[in-house]
């Protein structure tokens, strides 16, 4: 595990920690590097935050209570102390009979109270609910003087939302379960930790399920937001959300058994242009394995511009991921920022839902575009699955609450990512990357490090970035150098290439439609200078001092050094290391 890292040494020195990082498989190592210029006097800073780990409930035979099925956790902090809520059940069963809520305690998130179920007699709630198909409770601290807890009862066709003032004792309160436009239809399924936005209004993001003998996540059409704006007096409920249809996202509608995309689990954070912004998982194929799945379908964007009432429809996000849950906060040591948590692999490796949940980890941006959002470090144990993540924000700290080994477990991240000047970040959920001192060495195609940008540069009319590489070892086949913009759209990638006809090593770079343009030979084990100038609409790229070659294409201000798009093999690791070098002290990124 890595040293602490403060804040202020996280965005002077470039690499602080003092042993590698290993997580799920993957490893990420760091050794210490003195401080060197870019420009602005310094090397880039590395994120490498320290991740403390440790367990809510797991099940064991002497447990009390005995609980086999733990999932659905949200965590907070309230009036001084920590409470973490879950469904669970005695069963090894998902949605059986005997699941309730439960509740547990803690002064130091380390040491926690024997779970009760919260919202019964057995924990002396007012209005006690006894019905036993209890689901995904959610929290919100509104202002540190009453805690609000959104759940619902599948089964009952019924939703509520609790209040306490201590966190322990609870009170139970029927709200509306449907929008009017589809009252009877469907349940108000209350799935994401809530939010508490500027306007002082607060949003339980729900998915809403049709209403049928079982709740079935794949036949699930619509969201919805429930809110309140006098401090949880009246509650009420947004338009129904959708997705678009899958010929607007840009797919065969066949391949994914029609033009209906289903959706699952919202979560919300408010952006600093006033809008509110929900991402939420495509489980289109989750309940039919014949349907088509990629990665970069998985995660849906949508946004409100009357603060929650009325949504656009959902489109994908520039992004590969798996079906699951996501955890997102914003306005993180920036207005605009936004941090996600969520599983860092691709749908389906090694095998479909769920045992693709590996590598939970932490995503960042400098602004609330989730196209912009990059991988960072894994944020779960090492080994295993680990999924469905809610927390929050305290103290320079994000506390996250998820599955894992059966049971709840958390991670406290700290320091969180500082976005007022550019640093790099270590992507722990693929293997091969090594940084010692000012050399990043890439083992592997899927190895990653991205550059985070500042907010001001991805609003600049220009960028210029450059860095030396050094392709010291590779078997001559396509590999990724650098990844720009998105995966389906305004991207492109800079690839080191062997031409069999001119018996060649070439940089090349994707110009559309798998059409690649030469920069510049090179030669093996040597350095190479490599210079861009990206525009609002286009951007040009030299090599040692070559004439630039120019692009008329627009790309996101999203820059990945290696393969941030390159599916990850499976077992982890296992194909043959190549040796490409990133000299850390030569890049420089700046904007006009």
């Known amino acids: 595990?890595?040293?602490?890292?403060?804040?202020?040494?996280?965005?002077?020195?470039?690499?602080?920690?003092?042993?590698?990082?290993?997580?799920?498989?993957?490893?990420?190592?760091?050794?210490?590097?003195?401080?060197?210029?870019?420009?602005?006097?310094?090397?880039?800073?590395?994120?490498?935050?320290?991740?403390?780990?440790?367990?809510?409930?797991?099940?064991?035979?002497?447990?009390?209570?005995?609980?086999?099925?733990?999932?659905?956790?949200?965590?907070?902090?309230?009036?001084?102390?920590?409470?973490?809520?879950?469904?669970?059940?005695?069963?090894?069963?998902?949605?059986?009979?005997?699941?309730?809520?439960?509740?547990?305690?803690?002064?130091?998130?380390?040491?926690?109270?024997?779970?009760?179920?919260?919202?019964?007699?057995?924990?002396?709630?007012?209005?006690?609910?006894?019905?036993?198909?209890?689901?995904?409770?959610?929290?919100?601290?509104?202002?540190?003087?009453?805690?609000?807890?959104?759940?619902?009862?599948?089964?009952?066709?019924?939703?509520?939302?609790?209040?306490?003032?201590?966190?322990?004792?609870?009170?139970?309160?029927?709200?509306?379960?449907?929008?009017?436009?589809?009252?009877?239809?469907?349940?108000?399924?209350?799935?994401?930790?809530?939010?508490?936005?500027?306007?002082?209004?607060?949003?339980?993001?729900?998915?809403?399920?049709?209403?049928?003998?079982?709740?079935i996540v794949g036949h699930t059409q619509y969201a919805g937001v429930i809110f309140s704006t006098d401090g949880g007096k009246a509650w009420q409920w947004s338009e129904p959300i959708e997705a678009l249809p899958w010929s607007k996202i840009g797919e065969k509608p066949e391949e994914f058994g029609g033009e209906l995309v289903t959706l699952w689990e919202p979560m919300l954070f408010e952006q600093a242009d006033g809008k509110i912004g929900l991402l939420i998982r495509n489980s289109t194929a989750q309940d039919n394995p014949e349907r088509m799945e990629k990665p970069h379908r998985m995660l849906l964007y949508s946004t409100s511009s009357d603060h929650g009432r009325t949504w656009t429809k959902a489109r994908t996000v520039e992004l590969d991921t798996i079906c699951s849950r996501n955890f997102a906060v914003s306005g993180v040591n920036s207005p605009d920022s936004l941090l996600m948590v969520m599983n860092d692999n691709n749908v389906r490796i090694p095998d479909r839902i769920s045992h693709d949940r590996y590598f939970l980890s932490l995503y960042c941006t400098p602004t609330c575009d989730p196209d912009l959002l990059l991988p960072g470090p894994v944020i779960q144990p090492q080994g295993g699955t680990a999924y469905y993540p809610n927390g929050f924000i305290d103290n320079d700290k994000l506390y996250v609450a998820y599955t894992f080994a059966g049971g709840m477990h958390s991670s406290v991240i700290e320091p969180l990512p500082d976005f007022s000047s550019p640093f790099l970040l270590p992507r722990g959920g693929r293997p091969g990357l090594v940084i010692d001192n000012s050399i990043a060495r890439f083992g592997q195609r899927q190895t990653s490090l991205g550059l985070v940008l500042t907010e001001e540069l991805i609003k600049s009319t220009r960028i210029f970035l450059s860095f030396d590489v050094n392709i010291n070892r590779y078997n001559g086949g396509d590999w990724p150098i650098l990844t720009l913009g998105g995966k389906t759209r305004q991207g492109t990638t800079l690839r080191a290439f062997y031409d069999e006809t001119r018996k060649t090593d070439l940089f090349q770079v994707n110009a559309g439609s798998n059409r690649w343009v030469e920069i510049a030979p090179f030669k093996m084990k040597e350095w190479n200078h490599v210079e861009l100038e990206i525009t609002r609409d286009d951007f040009n790229v030299r090599i040692n001092k070559s004439n630039p070659q120019f692009f008329k294409k627009q790309l996101l201000r999203k820059i990945c050094f290696g393969g941030l798009y390159v599916a990850p093999e499976w077992p982890m690791g296992m194909s043959r290391a190549s040796d490409v070098r990133l000299k850390l002290d030569t890049i420089t990124v700046k904007g006009e």
Request: hydrophobic share 35%; charged share 20%.
């Open 1 to 215: 595990m890595n040293q602490h890292i403060s804040r202020r040494n996280f965005m002077t020195v470039s690499a602080i920690a003092t042993a590698g990082i290993c997580t799920s498989g993957c490893s990420t190592t760091i050794k210490p590097a003195r401080c060197t210029a870019n420009g602005n006097g310094r090397q880039l800073p590395i994120y490498a935050p320290t991740v403390k780990h440790n367990d809510i409930y797991f099940y064991h035979p002497g447990a009390k209570p005995v609980l086999k099925y733990n999932h659905d956790v949200d965590i907070v902090k309230f009036k001084g102390r920590f409470f973490a809520t879950w469904n669970a059940n005695q069963s090894r069963g998902e949605d059986v009979p005997g699941q309730f809520n439960f509740l547990s305690v803690s002064d130091d998130f380390e040491h926690w109270s024997i779970p009760v179920r919260m919202f019964t007699r057995d924990a002396n709630a007012e209005n006690p609910v006894e019905t036993d198909n209890q689901w995904q409770p959610d929290f919100i601290n509104y202002h540190d003087k009453i805690l609000f807890c959104a759940w619902c009862d599948y089964n009952a066709r019924k939703t509520y939302i609790a209040t306490s003032t201590d966190g322990l004792k609870w009170s139970n309160r029927e709200v509306p379960t449907a929008p009017k436009s589809l009252s009877g239809q469907v349940v108000g399924f209350p799935t994401n930790h809530g939010l508490l936005t500027s306007k002082d209004v607060m949003m339980f993001p729900c998915s809403l399920p049709i209403v049928e003998q079982k709740c």
